[in-house]
């Protein structure tokens, strides 16, 4: 026997994963989240209807996203087919006063805190770098620079704990941060530093990866050769691995993490396992370096599908309200089509706007320069013709 | 309590520590954070007393890793905190280099100025002080040139204090260069009023008729010394501090530059793609028609920082100042 | 089975994997790391067919870990290693700047020459390929400013294919920007006969009497076409092909300028504290009598790179060069 | 009960530490490392008389250093006083052909590899910045950017393993590294991405921190709230505890890792806890901000004074012996002060020689130009007088 001691006896390769609903939509009891759901009335037929439409509609528009990449009306589009309960779940999860810390994948999360659609389509299309009030949404921009957020997070939430809005037992005061990033980003040293800061100062943080199997060609075992929700544990941050297929132990677990950071019991982890179900982004082409059989195989657990059969076990979903679903999805995608076909390109002079709060003169100057410059032209054009 | 009196006589240091002080009694969302800043007071012990004074809440002593402090300083900022980081020496700032560029200097210009970055950076900066490898570096430039940033380099304490303020005040970053090796040499302060030179702005810090010659920060005394040297040859140098690296204030620099007709420009860091490469190629052709000499610059050499027992010869001296005078004179 | 066959037509990007074969059939020390560089072949395929080819010992797909991938490379190195590392886009070379700027830059320095570091970091750099943020960014001022590093940027086929060869023997550590949004415009590649310019000189590409024009990697199509409007118009420019950003080839440049008189540089990166700068004040220097005109820059603004559908504004195109010609022949 | 999980049932504020000899030199008996000791021939009397005078002529070295930056001989001296068995330790357990990856204050580990301590001095006297050939004494440096030597030790061992010098069976053959870091840089993120390159990998390096309790001002549990051992399981690489003022105890757990690298078995993580007895550097002040009763307490763990102990219950050390260690550390110590004293400064010319592996015409021409502005000075001075 060897001196040298890892998690579990030997390296731990097996981890447990929470699972509310198995493939088929069955339900199975789970003692404390169902407690969670219960308290928080989060898992009322209703709600789970409203879940079920949530995921409807945001595939709807990632869809439609990705052909009007191919109409040449967006730059790229990085959807998130296959996450939706990983995304609309853990959106959900958060209160109204939590801020949200997204990556760049995130529509479902941004469907459930309010964003509409062609908000994230804009960054896509190439007219703004981010496209809402992250204070008033509380909701930080979507974020490119991999883990770069992660940090932002902890700050966040290390500034809720100057506020003295976490741990007073006040359900509206308490307020945490959910900061989320992929499997593939938790190797970079950002997310180490930010799970090294959480612990130290116990800021109310939950750290959120959707280990959707890919980064980009690279599959998750290249950055873990363990379970990625062991990863925390080096830092004595709690954690757990959740089926990220299954909205119900997403909502259960990110739920309850928020709840035990939000009461002042410090940073959690939480690894939702799910799949990218399409390429990693309209530049890509995923069968290069992945097999169709596990595209298939995942398939067979998607997050939507298994939700309606829960529902129909329940008997609490009919064909009209499907119907009824598709048919607002349908129109969210049609929308999305004339907002973003009838939008027009930024005048460029707005790149001068915004890159410092306080008055600069070489911007300035150059902003000057630039409209002189294109006023020659204008000028030619009035002359000329 | 307020340190704030009339006017009084400090070191560079103390100055900055009153600044801090008076920010943080001004503006309770001002708080500082790095290494061994709290009980220490900082390894230069600009923050001496302030962890006593304001607690651990808004003195904080981070965890060791820098990209961390500056990354959860932008997320305290969001929040509407106004963080002051300590990066300890200048030459562990490049772990941060990644928020600093893609974040700090871009989060007010990606949320289309929904959100602004009030965040100061704090670097005691240069070299001089016989240290150990990564502890004298000049990293202005790298800061320079990346839009979105501000960086001021106080050369006296009255200007390390004011600035020390209106770093903190200021809705955008601020990557605040300390001059190290000048942090114990004194100097008066006034507190109480509040200057009327923008920190933005460069000062005729002396005027002079022959050339001009454009430093800053841990330079300044250097070249001021250098002008007296040149007087007593009969050579009336203007010198100006610079003040503000970014932006730089061209306006005063041309202004001086087009009556004397000459411009060096000194600083430590490598010549090569230095900051005042920039300034020399902006004032060349603001100042065309009225340059005797080309713009020289004296600075260091494009080497690594050298080890402590050569870095006289690295860093600029009056020796070299006044060679690169005559050689502008020599025109 | 080498690529290497008489003079072919590739495009860049290919140009650059034949580049990178040949040096691995010669050389079993040389090694590929990176993101996605394996079965994917890269997000732009440069190395492309490598892995199958090699095995995934010499074409290693990294942790998702810039800091990691460049530090690695650092002590495969040490070890006798020739790594060849692959940044997937120029905004994404940030994390790992403490590792480039502090340990690659300075390693061979630190141990007084025992320790070489023929280590070659790859970039796609520039914009114009509409992508989303942190993809089109231009840094190589930040690495042309730091001692240590030296910095190829190839504009066609036969200097993509060759630069990464001469990359790979180079002795020092070699930044290799690619022009990414050139990766797929043909040209002529003789992989047969190494070329006799060195790989750290510029090149006059279109001889000229009225000004010249200096550029680099993405821009030289650029400049050649605006050189050919402007003889059009009758104004006859000399193009140079930087190729060598560190060290940049200042005898070629200052030649050039002494016959023209006049000077342009154009390149993407935000002019201010650019490295037209330090360019700018050298030429200015060296040729100050013979000038006549400053040095003028075309590039981007102090701006972080715009959101794809403005950057056609921000970016040099023809209009902008030839204002600036014509801003140039107007002293 | 909490769905979260973390190391050991709720978060492990306890980890075993592996002693060897107590703090009164009592020998413990231990079934694995006493085997490994044994079979390396690595604690028999004659060597740990070794040790004991390793550690002694160390000390005096490091005394020495201080004295001489008092005056005014070094620019700065950072003291490993109480690290020595941490050190000595760590250094035997490698064997030759193991590269070793040092921080700014591993004057034993350099000591055991047989580098001479004024190579080490005139770093800090600021002559160079890096006196020895890494290659030659298979000795990285000393690095002062904290963490960033770490990735540098992974990519070594990515070469070994490439080499071909791992897991073959053969001892002579068989290599690894060993990477040194202390507490505080453990929270670097270069740290972290080491880890997961490392465990991605299975490249044969072990980790060792000397958790000395601080970093510079700040105590160790800033930087984790759980024993420092765990971090590294998060990414299921193996780890233990050792205290690292026992030789014994650091001897057996360094080279049963290095067994373990080496055999091809992958990384492993060894905390060492031990004490910074002196302040940080000689710039430094610990009076501001630790007891001087945690001084003493420490004190009493004397890391020499406990292998003393331990030499005089076997009855394998006298009076003689010590005396002798004494007088060569007393000559050692001379020696060093005279070396140093008698050193010249080296002619600044030489700051030109390498920034380059080869020719660059920047840095010729500034040579130059250096050579003739010097020129100057002496033609004045010969013109002059
Ligand atoms: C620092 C950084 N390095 C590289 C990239 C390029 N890149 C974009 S997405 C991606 C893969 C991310 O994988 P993961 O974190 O698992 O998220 P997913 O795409 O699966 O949602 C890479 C390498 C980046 N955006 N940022
Ligand atoms: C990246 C970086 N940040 C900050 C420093 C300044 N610094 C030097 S030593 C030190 C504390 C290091 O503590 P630890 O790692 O525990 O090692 P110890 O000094 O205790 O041996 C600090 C903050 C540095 N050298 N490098
Ligand atoms: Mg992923
Ligand atoms: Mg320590």
Known sequence: ?385 | MSTSTATTTLPIAKAITAGLRDAMTADDKVLLMGEDIGPLGGVFRVTDGLHAEFGSQRVVDTPLAEAGIVGTAVGLAVRGYRPVVEIQFDGFVFPAFNQITTQVAKMHNRTSGRVNMPLVIRIPHGGGIGAVEHHSESPETYFAHTAGLRILAPATSHDAYWMTRQAIESEDPVIMLEPKRRYWVKGDVDMDHRPELSPWQAAVVRPGTDATVLAWGPSMPLVLESAEAAAAEGIDLEVIDARSLAPVDYPTIADSVRRTGRLLIVHEASVLGGLGGEIAARISEQCFYHLEAPVLRVGGYHLPYPPARMEHAFLPDLDRVLDGVDRLLEH
């Open chain 1, 1 to 385: 026997m060897s001196i040298f001691r890892s998690t579990i006896p030997d390296v731990a390769t097996e981890e447990p994963m929470v699972q509310l609903l198995g493939p088929d939509g069955t339900r199975t009891p789970h003692e404390q989240l169902d407690a969670v759901l219960e308290e928080a009335d989060l898992a009322t037929p209703e709600r789970l209807r409203g879940y079920y439409r949530d995921m409807v509609m945001i595939r709807a528009a990632d869809l439609e996203a990705t052909s009007l990449q191919r109409q040449g009306q967006l730059g790229l589009w990085a959807s998130a087919l296959g996450q939706e309960a990983a995304q609309i779940g853990a959106g959900h999860a958060s209160r109204e006063q939590d801020y949200l810390v997204p990556t760049y994948r995130e529509h479902g999360v941004a469907w459930a805190r309010g964003i509409e659609p062609w908000r994230l389509l804009e960054m896509f299309r190439g007219v703004s770098h981010g496209g809402w009030d992250p204070n008033e949404l509380r909701t930080h921009p979507y974020m490119i620079v991999l883990g770069s957020q992660a940090p932002h997070a902890v700050g966040y939430a290390m500034g809720l704990q100057r506020d003295g809005v976490v741990g007073t037992g006040d359900a509206e005061t308490d307020t945490a941060v959910l900061a989320l990033f992929g499997d593939g980003a938790s190797s970079e040293g950002e997310v180490s530093e930010s799970f090294t800061f959480a612990a130290s100062f116990q800021a109310p943080v939950v750290f959120y990866t959707q280990n959707n199997q890919w980064a980009i060609s690279v599959p998750t075992s290249v950055q873990s050769r363990v379970p990625l929700a062991q990863r925390s544990r080096g830092w004595g941050i709690p954690s757990v691995r959740v089926d990220g297929n299954d909205v119900l132990a997403v909502l259960g677990a990110v739920r309850s993490a928020l709840d035990s950071a939000r009461a002042g019991k410090g940073p959690v982890f939480v690894e939702s396992l799910t799949y990218r179900m399409a390429a990693h982004t309209t530049s890509d082409d995923a069968s290069r370096y992945r097999p169709a059989a596990e595209e298939q195989e995942w398939a067979e657990r998607d997050p939507i599908l298994r939700l309606r059969r829960h529902l129909e076990q329940l008997g609490e979903i009919d064909e009209a309200f499907v119907a009824r679903c598709d048919e607002e999805a349908h129109d969210l995608a049609m929308q999305l089509h004339h907002h973003i076909h009838g939008m027009e390109d930024p005048d460029p002079v707005h790149m001068f706007d915004h890159p410092y709060a306080e008055p600069h003169p070489i911007v300035d100057a150059e902003r000057e320069e630039y409209l002189a410059y294109v006023a020659q032209f204008e000028d030619e054009e009035e002359g000329g013709r």
